[in-house]
């Protein structure tokens, strides 16, 4: 599983944020409050949703279960100019980012990151950068399906601890 190095430019986003931790996981709490919503933000771009976790410096260091971290249900739009009542603007910060293609149900991930951030970075010649990491979710998104499509992307920078 290789990715494809892409350097993001930022993204406005308008959604909706919840604390959470992975032992008390309220992803589906989040995405059923954002969803009914989102035809709300009439200057969105595009159909394509952004799941977004932001974790502390370090969270995958001596990963915690129960470590708290703060999670977004989101949409890109033009603008912040016309931002509905309960929802929220984020700015997704650009970089550089390793974009891998997950298949599969969404509860099925946990191996696939965990391959990511355990194997497949610490061989990358990359380290996580303290940005946020996201996934799109687009047309061939089908949730819990086993042919579900969504791109995973994590936030990389160049490890100048590296030997080449």
Known sequence: MNPEIERLSGKKLVGHSMVMTFSDNKTH???SGF?????EILNHIGT????????APGFFENFDPD?????W????VTDFSKIPDGLDAFILPGGLYAVFLYKGAASS????????LGTWLPNSGY?????PHFEILGEKYKNEDPDSEEELWIPIE?????TT
């Open 127 to 131: 380290i996580l950068d303290n940005r």
């Open 158 to 162: 160049h490890n100048s601890n590296a």
């Open 109 to 116: 991930a946990a191996s696939t990151f965990r391959y990511i």
């Open 48 to 55: 394509d949703l952004y799941s977004i976790q932001i974790y």
């Open 67 to 71: 470590a708290r971290f703060e999670k």
């Open 73 to 76: 249900a989101a949409i890109e």
């Open 29 to 31: 709490e989040l995405w």
């Open 35 to 39: 969803m009914p919503r989102r035809k």
